[in-house]
C-alpha cells in the first residue's frame, strides 16, 4: 500500500485490523485511479485469527468474492452475523458503523469497495428516489451485476494505465445505482428525466473532455465545472448528447485518429499517442468497433478512393462509411 498519495483511513484500519500488514502471504492492491474507493485483498494462508472490529468509521464495504471460500465468520459487534460457505461471485454489504470483524481460516480473494452515504444520497437526489439509510444483502448471496461490473474494476487494478478515471467513474455510479435499487429497496420512479445541460454547460463539458483526450479527468472535475452533482451531470450529459460523457470522449479520440489518417501520413502508434490511446492496439479495436473496419483497412481504401491527402473525395469516402451506434456496441460494459 506504499504510495505517494494519503490513502483513506478505512484501509490502513482493514489491513491492520485483518493482519495484513507486513504479511508475505497478503497483497493489498488499491485503485489510484478512483481515489482509492475499491482495491483487492489476496491472501494466500488464511488469517490467524478473528479480525480486530473496524472502529470508527462509515459506509460501507461491499465484498465480491472472486475465488469460492470454504468457511468465514462475520460479526457485526458481538453478534456473529453469518458463517458457512461463500461461492464465487458471492457479496456482502457490510455496514462499517457496526464494527463489522471476520474469521477467515482459508487462502481468499476478494474485491472490496468502499461505499460512502454520501455517494448513496447523491444517487437518490439526482433520481428522485427515497434516500436509503440502510444497505441490506443477504450475506454469501451472488450478486450477478457486482460480479460482472467488478471484473471490469478488477481489469483496471491490473493495467492501471491502460483505464481512464472518467470510465471508472461511470462504473462506479452504475455500481452505486445498483447498490440504491436493489440494496437499499428503492423502486425508480416512473417519471422520465427530463433537463439536459444548459448551452453554457455543454460547451464547458466539451472543452474539458476535448482537453482531456485520454480521458485522465475524473467526472466529478467535470460536473463541478458545470456546478451540478455527478449524478445530475452525468444524466444531463445523456440527455444532451445522446451518450454518456466518455462515450462521447472515445468517439472523438476515434474521430480525430481519422482526421490525421485523412490529413498527414503519421504512423498509426504516433496517431494513437496523439489521440489518447494507449498504444495502436487500443485504436484499432475502438476504431473497429465504431466504423466497422481496422484504421488500416480505412487509411488504405481512404487514400485508394482519393488518390491522395485532403481531397473532397476522402472526405466523401470518410462519410459513407457506415457508422455504428456506439451505445450498442458498449451495452455490455454499462
Not at 269 to 284: P, V
Request: aromatic share 10%; glycine share 6%; charged share 20%.
Amino acid at each position: 500500500m506504499a504510495t505517494s498519495i494519503e490513502v483513506p483511513a478505512v484501509w490502513n484500519q482493514i489491513a491492520e485490523n485483518m493482519y495484513l500488514n507486513n504479511s508475505p502471504t497478503a497483497e493489498i492492491q488499491l485503485s489510484e485511479v478512483s481515489a482509492f474507493s475499491f482495491g483487492r485483498l489476496r491472501v494466500t494462508k488464511g488469517l490467524p485469527d478473528i479480525t480486530r472490529p473496524v472502529v470508527g468509521e462509515s459506509g460501507y464495504i461491499i465484498a465480491l468474492q472472486l475465488k469460492a471460500i470454504p468457511f468465514v465468520e462475520l460479526f457485526l459487534g458481538k453478534k456473529k452475523v453469518s458463517s458457512g460457505y461463500y461461492p464465487t461471485g458471492a457479496v456482502g454489504a457490510i455496514n462499517l458503523e457496526e464494527e463489522p470483524a471476520c474469521f477467515l481460516p482459508n487462502p481468499f480473494d476478494a474485491l472490496a469497495l468502499h461505499v460512502t452515504q454520501a455517494a448513496l444520497d447523491e444517487i437518490s437526489y439526482a433520481h428522485q428516489m427515497p434516500y436509503v439509510d440502510r444497505l441490506v444483502w443477504e450475506y454469501g448471496t451472488v450478486d450477478p451485476v457486482v460480479h460482472h461490473l467488478g471484473q471490469t474494476l478488477l481489469s483496471s487494478l491490473e493495467h492501471p494505465d491502460q483505464t481512464s478515471k472518467i470510465f471508472i467513474d461511470h462504473v462506479l455510479q452504475a455500481l452505486n445505482c445498483h447498490f440504491v435499487y436493489s440494496y437499499g429497496g428503492v423502486t425508480i420512479s416512473p417519471r422520465k428525466f427530463r433537463g439536459g445541460l444548459s448551452p453554457w454547460q455543454m460547451r464547458r463539458a466539451k472543452e474539458l473532455l476535448e482537453a482531456h483526450l485520454d480521458g485522465n479527468i475524473a467526472l466529478q472535475q467535470v460536473a463541478e465545472a458545470c456546478e451540478l452533482s455527478v449524478s445530475h451531470f452525468a444524466r444531463a450529459f445523456k440527455e444532451s448528447f445522446h451518450k454518456p460523457p466518455y462515450r462521447w470522449l472515445l468517439e472523438r479520440r476515434v474521430d480525430q485518429a481519422r482526421d490525421f489518417m485523412m490529413n498527414t501520413r503519421l504512423p498509426l502508434a504516433d496517431i494513437a499517442a496523439r489521440c489518447g490511446f494507449t498504444d495502436e492496439s487500443a485504436l484499432n479495436r475502438s476504431f473497429k468497433r465504431i466504423y466497422g473496419i481496422t484504421p488500416g483497412v480505412w487509411r488504405r481504401e481512404s487514400n485508394r478512393s482519393s488518390g491522395g491527402l485532403s481531397s473532397s473525395s476522402t472526405k466523401a469516402f470518410s462519410s459513407s462509411v457506415p457508422r455504428q451506434k456506439y451505445e450498442q456496441v458498449a451495452s455490455s460494459t454499462l
